[in-house]
């Protein structure tokens, strides 16, 4: 099954693409690698999800804006390539969460994107190399910031 009919199965719908709030590109594709930047939890109204894990957010709360972060990232890619099933592998996904002093389950929160891109992709093509980090700020207050590579057909 293709990577968009597999999204479709699991019941989402990828939300527009997010547009650069500074002076970057969304996606760069090198030879066969594209590089996302870095992408937060956008609703379907456009609002950020906020907070900070371990304060007023819980694991749960940071899954969900995790997984809401993967499907922006993949509407970037979409919009971008023209077609999910352009991609072949993820390579690389680096997570930071913003959380207090204490927290320490930042890979919790972050397997909120890790899941839903081994869902669509598949065990072999879906699960990366990993990095989740705590920050103590995030751009706009967000909870999640996530950038991936994947590797793609040209």
Do not use: W
Request: charged share 20%; proline share 6%.
């Amino acid at each position: 099954m293709n990577a968009e009919a597999k999204l479709k199965e699991l019941g989402f719908e990828l939300p527009p693409a997010p547009k650069p709030i500074g002076v970057y590109k969304p996606m760069l594709i090198v030879g066969n690698l594209a590089y996302l930047s870095g992408h937060g939890p956008m609703k379907p109204n456009k609002t950020l999800i906020t907070g900070r894990l371990g304060l007023d957010m819980d694991v749960e709360a940071g899954y969900e804006a995790a997984r809401l972060t993967g499907l922006g990232m993949l509407a970037t890619l979409q919009s971008q390539l023209g077609s999910l099933d352009k991609v072949k592998r993820l390579v690389k996904l680096l997570g930071l969460v913003r959380c207090s002093d204490g927290f320490d389950k930042q890979p919790a929160v972050i397997n909120g994107c890790s899941e839903l891109f081994r869902d669509v992709f598949g065990e072999e093509a879906g699960v990366a190399a990993r990095s989740a980090l705590g920050t103590n700020s995030l751009p706009g207050g967000i909870a999640v910031e996530i950038e991936a590579i994947f590797e793609v057909e040209v």
